[in-house]
């Protein structure tokens, strides 16, 4: 359970940085910390204890295995964070040429 | 029964998206030619799957994965009534957006990009209402949301990238909340088919553990739909990006990764339960009612015009949510299926008077260069075409009779007096005239007010592409409130509205009992 506990808390951390940080690249870093947080809930949803490597063995039919659905879905993520977060940061850059700044105090034409 | 057109919904239009990128250097205006020929063959798939549909539920096994012991394996495609209507919606709008880009972007250099980053966008959005599966729609959403990001930016100006930072930002939140839905429900069902879920679930599911889902992904898909607390990127978004682009964003989009998705989980996967129907109902009336005060201030067209989709949207939540209270309720099923036909009737009317008035809004920014209300004035004389469609579109939106918004607007009146919920009829009668006063101030601005004389430097008519777009959409707007007669109703909108009540009907085409 204290597992469970310290995901959320991660989570919470993320969502907090990216409420009170000013920078763009910091609040980018946050939602990355709230993106491995949900990583790390994934992967121990399909933690067995005392299971093995989900690749089933003949010589030893009653193994028990981790299941594996969960490992395939947090590729998956992985890879689809891997894109916002690239393309987040090149964001970034062209508004970093753009403004001369980042912070996001500044950045603020769009209103109403 | 399946339906072999199916996966091409998908593999076509990435097919298109890495031809362009590949052999679009070198042959000049290929790219034009793949969109065009892409989004053309799904348009017509589309409605031959509409037409051959016909309440049965078709399944594709992706890899020819059947099921072991009755579980469900692989991954599933599945394609009932309502994904065939949002499949016409996404590829109509698409191929006539598509169309009208030929002679807007050619401002733009890169052209290429925008091709495919365009057919990644609606490959994204057919997986979304194709798939049977809950990661897959997480998967399509983020591939539809990431080249929509890549798209709000085309510009690559100060505002474009302010915008698509902040729809980024809400966006990545948006999906963190769907994965960990979907996490805390493979952690209780130790399954991700939509059909299988519910069973596995059983009639009595564990009361908070079903709450917390539900609620991280209505927030979730509510960010993805711009419903009221959670709209704050959609005005920049939608009115940073090219007018083609915002008509599909506007029309398409937050449809059928924000409204589809939100039908489909609470009243197929989920059972409804009392309180999450009045929440939802509530927070559409409050899209309706916020998103229209937010509106009468503004003056740059293309923002008042995405202040509008959030109101509109609300509507379209608001009657579903009226059918999912009585359906909770158990009582009054034909009340309920006419507040559902209101919704799906008004999201398909929305699909086309929105994407007319974005294309409209582009129209004008092409010739004048500006989007300010009060620099324009006296167009109708230049632009009769542009003048006279955005008549069409801002009469429908306001619902004015004979134009589709008339009679879904009173359709979901009705429903709302018949079940007995008199203040949001009464509610959605006031915001339907404070649209209308809205779009007065458009019509007056934007093409009357001013006499101008003509002479060699006043504005022509855009050319040919956008004029066709336009005038093929004010056409549609026209022709879909054929949608309210008995007969039309009953082989297009009641399928589907018979799929959203029983979701026995479409369980038990999946699972195979």
Not at chain 1, 88 to 105: A, E
Not at chain 2, 490 to 500: G, Q, S, W, Y
Request: proline residues 4%.
């Amino acid at each position: 359970m204290v597992v469970y506990l310290l995901c959320f808390i991660l989570f919470l951390v993320g969502l907090y940085g990216m409420i009170t940080r000013r920078n763009l690249v910091k609040i980018v870093i946050s939602l990355s910390i709230m993106e491995i947080s949900i990583f790390l809930f994934l992967a121990l949803i399909g933690y067995v204890h005392d299971g093995v490597v989900p690749i089933v063995d003949p010589a030893n039919p009653d193994a028990k295995y981790v299941d594996p659905l969960p490992q395939a879905m947090v590729l998956t993520a992985i890879v689809i964070g891997l894109a916002t977060t690239a393309m987040l940061m090149s964001v970034i850059i062209r508004i970093y040429r753009k403004y001369k700044t980042l912070d996001i105090r500044e950045i603020k034409n769009l209103r109403g | 029964m399946m339906n072999p057109l199916i996966p091409l919904f998908v593999a076509v239009p990435l097919a298109g998206a890495f031809l362009t990128m590949i052999l679009g250097k070198f042959i000049k205006n290929l790219n034009r030619y793949i969109g065009i020929i892409v989004l053309l063959f799904l348009a017509v798939s589309s409605y031959y799957s509409l037409i051959n549909i016909t309440g049965n539920v078709s399944v594709y096994k992706v890899g020819g994965w059947e099921p072991v012991n009755g579980i469900p394996i692989g991954i599933y495609m599945v394609m009932d009534s309502l994904t065939a209507i949002l499949l016409c919606i996404i590829n109509t709008i698409g191929l006539l957006a598509v169309f009208y880009s030929f002679s807007y972007i050619s401002r733009y250099t890169s052209e290429n990009y925008f091709y495919a980053l365009f057919c990644l966008m609606v490959a994204g959005m057919n997986g979304v209402v194709l798939s049977g599966d809950l990661f897959n729609i997480y998967v399509f959403i983020e591939i539809s949301a990431i080249s929509s990001y890549a798209l709000v930016a085309f510009g690559v100006e100060r505002e474009q990238l302010e915008a698509t930072f902040k729809y980024q930002v809400l966006g990545g939140l948006a999906s963190l909340l769907i994965l960990m839905g979907i996490g805390f429900i493979y952690w209780k069902a130790k399954t991700l088919n939509l059909a299988d879920i519910k069973t596995a679930l059983g009639t009595a599911p564990e009361k908070n553990h079903y709450l917390l889902v539900q609620m991280l992904l209505l927030s979730g898909f509510g960010l993805k739909a711009a419903i009221i607390p959670f709209h704050a990127w959609l005005p920049d978004a939608h009115s940073s990006a090219p007018s083609p682009i915002s008509a599909m964003l506007s029309g398409v989009l937050i449809k059928a990764a924000g409204i589809y998705v939100i039908l489909r989980l609470f009243f197929n996967m989920f059972i409804i339960s009392e309180e999450v129907a009045i929440l939802i109902t509530t927070l559409g009336t409050l899209s309706m009612v916020i998103g229209v005060l937010l509106a009468i201030g503004q003056w740059d067209i293309k923002r008042l015009l995405a202040y509008h989709s959030i109101s509109q949207m609300g509507y379209v939540v608001m009657s579903v949510g009226i059918g999912m209270i009585l359906v909770a309720r158990n009582t009054k099923p034909e009340i309920a299926s006419l507040a559902i036909f209101g919704g799906l009737f008004h999201l398909i009317n929305h699909a086309a008077f929105k994407s007319l008035l974005f294309l409209n809004a582009g129209a004008i920014e092409y010739r004048i260069g500006t989007r300010n209300l009060q620099e324009m004035g006296g167009m109708s004389a230049f632009m009769p075409a542009t003048s006279s469609t955005s008549f069409i579109a801002s009469m429908s939106i306001s619902g004015i009779p004979p134009f589709n918004g008339f009679f879904s607007k009173l359709i979901i009146i009705i429903a709302a007096i018949m079940a007995r919920f008199y203040l949001l009829a009464l509610i959605a009668v006031i915001v339907s005239i404070i649209t209308l006063a809205s779009f007065m101030k458009f019509q007056r601005y934007a093409f009357y007010n001013k006499e101008v004389q003509k002479d060699e430097n006043s504005p022509k008519e855009v050319p040919f592409p956008m004029v066709f777009s336009m005038i093929a959409l004010g056409i549609l707007c026209l022709l879909l409130s054929l949608l309210v007669l008995p007969q039309v109703r009953d082989t297009v909108l009641k399928p589907a509205i018979d799929i959203l009540m029983n979701s026995q009907m479409y369980i038990s085409p999946i699972l195979g009992t």
